[in-house]
């Protein structure tokens, strides 16, 4: 059955994933997403069952450790500091 | 160029500058970096000269200088993933395979499709990367800028990343060779990642013999990975020179009937040149490659869309004036279409508690058992990387069109296995490549199949002809 997304869909799952939209034109966008998901539709015939889902592939490893970031090495990352500590610029605007 | 080196012949500096010089004058035309570091290139050409005047020993690419994937942090260097979202961030530290390279010095960050997602390096936020052969077409991608370096001389070896042939379908467009290891072989500590579970660094290089140079150095246990594979690595120089007789090599017929003309003819001559070798070509089916494409489109896009929800411009980045706090985080986040694409069908694939996510690691487990039991019967399968050379960058197919440039290349990284792209021939000037998959952590296999052909061959000692005047 083909993969149908409406525009309202599309929206909602643009909220879901944090990204504005283009302006305009989403006609097309909806078309490469249902060609994309008309396509991974058909893995349902794949394979025939009882399949487990692969796992997470962690590997035992040695207990080697990290050296941590010094606090200078954070500081230095950030957009700007304050006594030590990370600050960011201001979001919201004043009351 | 190395043995130059160890024995002063040349000392690095002089080779550091003449590949500046080179990357300066080609970086018109290819737009082959993001940024160009010579003086930090320069200043560790200087310190391994200074250490080899001293008689300290170094190792074998100490001096050597190279490329890297901007998707590889890089300490004090910007890291843009050639996205404007990572505008301005520069990552306080080093990746692990940064570290152990740190005596090769870094001549610059490469081009790569935005946050390595694509075929063609044209979804970078800088501009497309161009071909060498052609600078009309497509290096390829996602480790686009990585492989034109390669191939226009303007570096002796480059790192990409590989999440479903990003190396190797670059190196084949490129005519260079492009090693994709096993997953866990090479720490990914410090790598920006795409799909965690797919994601490894690979290597370009213009010979066999090189790559298995920079794979020594790279390769290895790192605690710091939770993927990282705790396993010895072998020494992988006394694989080059062996030969290819006894190995049994899988062919499947139909794939080369699916290929171009120019590509389906040059892996059915490669596969003669290896049974006259001694080599035991075995035919096989591959009946599951759109399937391995389908599951890898729900599993890279799900993972994508995990791994970029943590840019939203509050600690770094990005950031634009906004009166709301939402609005900060939207702005921030100025993905362009290709990864904007992704993250909507990677929200769609995740979906209600995962389900489509769960369906891709299902037949991702089906297609590994299948692929487990075809290494039970061949050592190696012989298989095209892409099937047809580099198209142009102005006629780009559309999304579900691209995704078919990595159909032969996915299986390996659905299985993690070790895969290696190398080049056999020309079509109307472009390079043809052939690509070779072994079983996890049997690069050996690869690199001893590898320098056989090129041991016979020339196809890789050719350099575009621009390049070579």
């Not at chain 1, 966008?29 to 994309?36: S, V």
């Not at chain 2, 670059?170 to 994709?180: E, H, L, N, R, S």
């Not at chain 2, 072994?438 to 350099?463: C, I, K, N, V, Y």
Request: aromatic share 6%.
């Amino acid at each position: 059955m083909k993969v149908s997304l409406t525009a309202e869909q599309l929206k909602r799952t643009a909220v879901l994933a944090k990204v504005s939209l283009p302006e305009g034109g989403l006609e097309g966008l909806i078309g490469q997403l249902e060609q994309l998901l008309d396509y991974v539709e058909k893995l349902k015939a794949f394979p025939p069952g009882g399949e487990e889902p692969v796992g997470p592939t962690s590997i035992p490893v040695g207990g080697g450790k990290t050296r941590p970031l010094s606090q200078e090495e954070v500081l230095a990352l950030a957009p700007d500091s304050y006594r030590g500590q990370v600050r960011v610029p201001r979001v919201l605007p004043d009351e | 160029m190395a043995r130059g080196l160890a024995a002063g012949e040349i000392s690095s500096r002089e080779l550091t500058e003449d590949f500046l010089r080179r990357s300066e004058r080609w970086q018109r035309t290819l737009n082959a970096y993001i940024e160009i570091t010579g003086d930090r290139a320069l200043a560790t050409a200087k310190r391994i000269d200074a250490l080899r005047c001293r008689g300290e020993k170094l190792g074998p690419l100490a001096g050597i200088p190279m490329a890297l994937k901007d998707n590889i942090s890089t300490r004090g260097v910007a890291t843009t993933c050639a996205s404007r979202v990572l505008a301005g961030y520069i990552p306080p530290y080093d990746a692990a395979v940064v570290e152990k390279l740190g005596d090769c010095p870094l001549l610059g960050k490469a081009n790569l499709d935005e946050f390595a997602m694509g075929s063609s390096n044209s979804t970078s936020a800088y501009g497309p990367a161009c071909n060498p052969w052609d600078p009309a077409r497509s290096p390829g991608g996602s480790s686009g800028g990585s492989a034109a370096l390669v191939a226009a001389g303007c570096a002796p070896f480059s790192l990409g990343t590989d999440t479903g042939g990003s190396v190797r379908q670059p190196a084949a467009f490129c005519g260079v060779t492009g090693f994709k290891p096993s997953y866990g072989r090479v720490s990914r500590w410090g790598l920006l990642p795409l799909a965690p579970s797919l994601d490894q660094v690979g290597v370009l290089t213009p010979s066999v013999e090189d790559c298995a140079l920079v794979l020594q150095e790279i390769a290895g246990h790192d605690s710091r990975d939770a993927t990282s594979a705790g396993m010895s690595v072998p020494d992988y120089r006394a694989a080059l020179g062996t030969e290819v007789s006894g190995l049994k090599i899988g062919l499947c017929p139909e794939v080369l009937a699916d290929c171009s003309r120019g590509v389906g003819s040059a892996l059915a001559e490669a596969a003669r040149e290896l049974e006259k070798g001694g080599g035991q070509i075995i035919s096989v089916s591959l009946p599951f490659l759109e399937e391995a494409m389908g599951a890898y489109l729900l599993i890279a896009s799900a993972e994508a869309a995990s791994s970029l929800a943590r840019y939203d411009g509050v600690a770094y980045g990005y950031r634009p004036l906004s009166p709301t706090l939402a609005e900060m985080y939207l702005g921030s986040r100025v993905f362009g279409p290709e990864v904007l694409r992704r993250l909507l069908l990677g929200v769609c694939s995740q979906g209600k508690g995962g389900g489509n996510y769960e369906l891709g690691q299902r037949v991702r487990r089906a297609i590994v058992s299948r692929l487990d039991a075809l290494f039970g019967q061949v050592d190696l399968l012989l298989l095209p990387v892409v099937s047809h050379p580099a198209f142009r960058l102005d006629e780009e197919p559309d999304p579900l069109a691209m995704h078919y440039n990595d159909l032969y290349s996915i299986p390996a990284n659905l299985a993690g296995l070790p895969a290696l792209a190398l080049p056999c021939g020309f079509s109307e000037g472009l390079p043809l490549s052939l690509q070779l998959m072994a079983p996890r952590f049997r690069e050996d296999l690869l690199l001893a199949a590898g320098s056989w052909w090129q041991r016979r061959t020339d196809w890789h000692h050719r350099r575009p002809r621009e390049v070579c005047s």
